[in-house]
């Protein structure tokens, strides 16, 4: 009989007024199963499996159309996909969990050949990432380049992250998670690469966080601050994004504006800011008084660190949770953790997807 870990990790925790049974995440992960952008029951069963997480944060949905520039992700902007997500948060919250969906507009990181005709790839400037991305129809292209938003496009965008986080409400969802980080729209307003407007929403720092601070404080408005949580990642260089002198300044100030918002949650992805400047990621918990959640290669013992230290509330799980549906019975059981395929990561179908072993099957399988 192993010990069970005692572990502030097992304790609950209030987000605002939602409780949580542990301090576990499911981080959000693009998974790549939504035939035709719309949810469907093998999506529903591997979330199902998965409820387990103190808060499963979804995969990355699209607000519009213009948001979907991966093959086969969801979005959430049409009464099918509601439908089709409410299926979803039904199970988990019957198995007593607790779930956010994570609003990802792509903004340049996209192909047109992965979006329905008449969606439009739109960023904050017509600066392409570098590199290939994956399409269905003609295997790996060159990202497109984006056509910069005007000024009506802009506010249009604005306007699907309000609608679709009521949509989400809508959809049975606890709140939503505003996708802020891995060079997607939101940091890409962020960052003065692909940000070289010259109006209002580019060049300063405080004109280069506009953008996000607008989006979360229109979205807190329309369903409650207490059911919004944003995603950052400072210093990240994923997805063609680099460096630039200000992403201390940048973030301490685009921060302190949304600790005035007093949203639910902060998530970070932290390894790129424990890499170029540690101090940040205290920084940001001193500028905001919610929920502050970790994320990036932690395992139970780094998990206890940063939560024994108060360094953060929560910890985050992504990978780990892929190929280990019951995750956090394995981390308070030490059961041993089964590795994921990453070559099933984005693939359509069961494989790889809802095929992995509770710990007892295992067991079972090896007796
Ligand atoms: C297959 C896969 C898909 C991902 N998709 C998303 C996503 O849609 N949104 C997001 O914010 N992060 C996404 N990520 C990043 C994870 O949320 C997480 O930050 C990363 O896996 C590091 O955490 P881990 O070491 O616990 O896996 C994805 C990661 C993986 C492995």
């Known amino acids: 009989m192993k010990g069970q870990t005692i572990s502030k990790l097992f304790e609950g925790i209030n987000l605002n007024n939602i409780k949580l049974n ?16 719309v949810p469907n029951d093998l999506m529903v069963k591997y979330y199902q499996q998965r409820a387990s997480a103190g808060l499963i944060i979804t995969e990355g949905i699209a607000p519009s159309p213009n948001g979907l ?27 007593g969990g607790k779930i956010f969906a994570q609003l990802m507009h792509v903004g340049r990181v996209a192909h047109p050949v992965n979006m329905p005709a008449g969606a439009k790839v739109l960023a904050p400037s017509a600066v392409a990432a570098t590199g290939e991305i994956w399409t269905d129809a003609e295997g790996m292209q060159p990202y497109a380049t ?23 409400i809508e959809a049975g969802f606890d709140g939503i998670e505003l996708h802020g980080a891995n060079g997607y729209l939101l940091e890409q307003f962020l960052n003065p690469h692909t940000n070289t407007r010259t109006d209002a929403y580019g060049g300063s720092v405080e004109n280069r966080i506009r953008f996000v601070v607008e989006v979360t404080k229109r979205v807190a408005e329309a369903i409650g601050k207490e059911r919004v949580g944003i995603r950052l990642s400072p210093y990240n260089q994923f997805n063609g994004m680099s460096l630039y002198d200000e992403v201390f300044e ?10 005035k918002l007093d949203i639910a949650y902060i998530h970070l992805v932290d390894y790129a800011a424990r890499q170029y400047n540690a101090d940040l990621i205290d920084i940001i918990r001193s500028n905001f008084s919610g929920t502050y959640i970790l994320n990036a290669g932690y395992t139970l013992e780094r998990a206890n660190e940063v939560l024994e230290a108060g360094v953060a509330d929560m910890v985050s799980f992504g990978s780990p949770f892929i190929s280990n549906p019951d995750l956090p019975h394995r981390l308070q059981n030490n059961i041993a953790l089964t590795q994921p395929d990453p070559s099933l990561f984005f693939t359509p179908g069961e494989q790889g997807y809802i095929d992995y072993a509770f710990a007892a099957e295992t067991e079972n399988a090896n007796a």
Do not use: C
């Open 22 to 37: 542990i301090r576990i995440a499911m981080a959000p992960m693009t998974r790549s199963r939504a035939i035709g952008y």
């Open 69 to 95: 520039g991966y093959a086969r992700i969801a979005g959430i902007y049409s009464q099918e996909q509601i439908d089709g997500w409410k299926k979803i948060t039904d199970v988990v919250h019957a198995e």
């Open 146 to 168: 984006p056509a910069e938003m005007n000024g009506e496009e802009l506010q249009a965008a604005i306007q699907e992250f309000v609608n679709t986080s009521k949509n989400s």
């Open 250 to 259: 940048t973030y301490d100030k685009l921060t302190k504006e949304i600790g």
